[in-house]
């Protein structure tokens, strides 16, 4: 029954997603929403972007690392996500405004890499083993 609501909750985000509308945030709608059940609803909605959208997964993303932005959140640790290829903007691209709710930008490190790293247990070393080069980028959090 729960995996039911989670499905639910994924094809909501990505029917606000494809009709550029806001929705109430999921963890005010569901105080007992855990990390792991985000999770799920994140695989789902990145699923909907694959199948759907023909999107590919190009990277992967970590986000909130500061003490300072995750007391801000009340987290108590980094968040993790993919990136799609229909996530991504060329260097000089436009960016329709129409197409986002309420977008605010970031200024973020991409690390280009030459092979992939699997954890538990990656190192920095490994981490700059497996870098071809580092870039600066945006992130439109919308």
Do not use: W
């Not at 129409?98 to 930008?105: F, R, T, Y």
């Amino acid at each position: 029954m729960r995996q039911a609501l989670l499905n639910q909750y994924a094809d909501e985000l990505y029917r606000s997603l494809k009709d550029c509308r806001p929705i109430a945030p999921l963890t005010e709608r569901d105080p007992q929403l855990t990390l792991e059940e985000a999770y799920q609803i994140q695989l789902r909605l990145i699923a909907r972007r694959l199948d759907a959208d023909g999107e590919s997964v190009i990277g992967k993303k970590i986000g909130v690392t500061s003490r300072v932005v995750m007391d801000l959140l009340k987290v108590d640790q980094p968040d993790f996500g993919h990136l799609t290829s229909g996530m991504l903007r060329e260097d000089g691209a436009a960016i329709e405004a129409a197409g986002l709710i309420a977008p605010k930008a970031e200024g973020e490190i991409a690390f280009v890499l030459k092979h992939e790293l699997a954890g538990p247990g990656v190192t920095v070393a490994d981490v700059l083993r497996a870098t071809e080069y580092v870039v600066p980028c945006f992130e439109i959090v919308d």
